[in-house]
């Protein structure tokens, strides 16, 4: 697994699946485009918690000139909730940029958002607080999430063919849409 990547015109994370599952994604574009929405998911979820990278601790608070201004007052920002949103669209505009045969990139094709996620990780031009990317244990976690449901898929495509797998794939992404409905709401 690769450590994200912070440019200032470009924040991305690299990710290889076939090292992570250890099956070969090249004929599995539809199970490729789950697992990625499933980083971004958990990537989003934290953040909106207000939790970094590995969610161990809290992202710096906001400054206190910040919280008195009126920036702060019309975005109804609350001064213990740093959750990374003014007007939602870096966070919103998070996605799957790049693919490839095993391996796929989250992050921001935007570079006014990459600039953002830049400034943020890297505490360039504002408070540290490094949200973006999944470490080691969080890439584990989604491993042991996911790694029956992909067994069962991979066996369905070459035992039953395409239908099958295309059918195991809808159900995995019923269920990452669920979970992410259920921690949302």
């Known amino acids: 697994m690769a450590d994200p990547v912070f440019k200032k015109d470009k924040v991305y994370q690299k990710f290889n699946l076939k090292e992570i599952f250890g099956e070969d994604f090249s004929d599995m574009p539809e199970l490729k485009d789950a697992i990625g929405q499933a980083i971004i998911d958990k990537i989003v979820k934290r953040t909106e918690a207000g939790l970094a990278i590995g969610g161990k601790r809290e992202l710096k608070a906001y400054a206190k000139a910040y919280k008195d201004s009126l920036a702060f007052k019309a975005a109804g920002k609350k ?107």
Do not use: Y
């Open 79 to 185: 001064p213990g909730e740093v959750n990374m949103e003014l007007t939602g669209d870096m966070m919103g505009l998070l996605d799957i940029i790049d693919e490839s045969t095993n391996t796929i990139s989250v992050g921001w094709d935007d570079e006014l958002q990459s600039a953002k996620a830049f400034n943020h990780n890297t505490g360039d031009t504002l408070p540290k607080r490094p949200f973006f990317g999944l470490n080691k244990t969080e890439v584990n976690d989604l491993r042991k999430q996911f790694q029956s449901d992909i067994k069962d898929a991979v066996r369905a495509l070459r035992q039953d063919g395409r239908d099958a797998f295309t059918e195991k794939i809808a159900s995995l992404v019923k269920d990452i849409s669920s979970d992410s409905e259920d921690d949302n709401g």
